[in-house]
């Protein structure tokens, strides 16, 4: 019966006692290890610091994405108007032609205010810039 009792309880003793030692040992001279350095030391090599700013990674990401818009947007101006060119006179050809330039030309317009937005807002949540709120 003592063995039955020591088979079942000893695991749960030793797991539990491992867990403590586990989680005590980074608190031993933890005072003089600033939490920064933890961060750091999980960033990759090349990796930008910033979030925001000029070289953080929203605006990085902002220019591509508006960039591949804007290239895509001119592609279909183009696109359109090779299409109202070879329509021929024919009345709904020319209607998806003219449909196809004026979408194209939303779609710049679009791009070109998301760019404006995207600026605006984080200019105003970068501390670097001194401007906006800082937070």
Do not use: C, H, W
């Not at 403590?20 to 600033?34: C, F, K």
């Amino acid at each position: 019966m003592v063995k039955n009792v020591i088979r079942t309880i000893l695991p749960s003793v030793l797991t539990a006692a491992l867990t403590l030692v586990i989680m005590a040992a980074p608190l031993v001279g933890a005072s003089d290890v600033p939490i920064q350095n933890g961060a750091e030391s999980a960033r990759g090599d090349g990796q930008t610091t910033d979030l925001f700013g000029q070289t953080g990674i929203f605006k990085t990401i902002t220019n591509v994405l508006l960039f591949v818009l804007g290239a895509v947007s001119v592609i279909m101006i183009i696109i359109g108007g090779l299409r109202y060119v070879i329509s021929g006179g024919n009345s709904s050809a020319v209607t998806a032609a003219k449909n196809t330039i004026l979408y194209a030309i939303v779609g710049v317009v679009v791009a070109l205010l998301a760019y404006a937005i995207i600026n605006f807002v984080l200019t105003s949540f970068s501390a670097t810039d001194g401007g906006g709120t800082n937070v």
